[in-house]
């Protein structure tokens, strides 16, 4: 199936800090697009990524787990491998944080072999207004449960944002699942 899969609770609370924890240790930078081109109005946020080894490997695990899961009950998607680390996005009201309509398909080496998107709440409801992930995969807007801990998977051909952080910060972790290419 081609639409979107909700998970209400991928991480628990102390999950959501561990993983914000890990990256504390590492710098972020500024996110480019697909093929490291930048664009202010598209995409503000600051972001660092999990490597599949170390201390953030348990964090891969449960994607793994997870995603096996999903693409057997619901994408049934022939899916390869995991090409690219996690990133962990940080999207800040007072920098304008915020990531415009696109889709996660690009022309680069791995955006053009992406065929799932995940993406996990890191951060507590109260700690950001607004920054809502938003997908249009059939002409309907559909927002995805903030809810922290809760994950989404989509085809990462499916048009999708994040509105403008309004207060405050929100995290996310997003991973992306290769395969060949939709045809
Ligand atoms: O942070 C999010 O909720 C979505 C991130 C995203 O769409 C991306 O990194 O491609
Ligand atoms: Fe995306």
């Not at 639409?3 to 480019?32: N, V």
């Not at 490291?36 to 990524?49: C, D, F, S, Y």
């Not at 072999?113 to 807007?141: C, F, H, I, M």
Request: proline share 2%; aromatic share 10%.
């Amino acid at each position: 199936m081609l639409s979107p899969y909700s998970l209400d609770r991928m991480f628990s609370d102390t999950e959501c800090d561990q993983i914000i924890r890990l990256t504390q240790a590492q710098d972020f930078s500024d996110a480019g697009l697909v093929r490291g081109r930048q664009n202010e109005n598209i995409r503000v946020a600051r972001i660092t990524w999990l490597d599949e080894e170390g201390e953030g490997a348990w964090v891969f695990r449960r994607v793994m787990e997870v995603v096996r899961d999903v693409n057997r009950a619901h994408f049934n998607f022939a899916l390869t491998e995991f090409a690219e680390r996690a990133q962990v996005a940080l999207y800040a009201s007072d920098a304008g944080g915020h990531f415009d309509w696109h889709s996660d398909i690009g022309a680069g080496t791995f955006a053009q072999k992406r065929k799932l998107t995940l993406v996990a709440q890191l951060s507590e409801g109260n700690a950001y207004e607004d920054g809502r992930l938003e997908l249009n995969g059939n002409g309907q807007v559909e927002t995805a449960d903030a809810t922290r801990g809760s994950a989404i998977l989509f085809p990462s051909f499916t048009l999708h944002r994040v509105t403008p952080v309004s207060r405050g910060q929100r995290y996310s972790l997003t991973t992306w699942v290769h395969g060949p290419e939709f045809t």
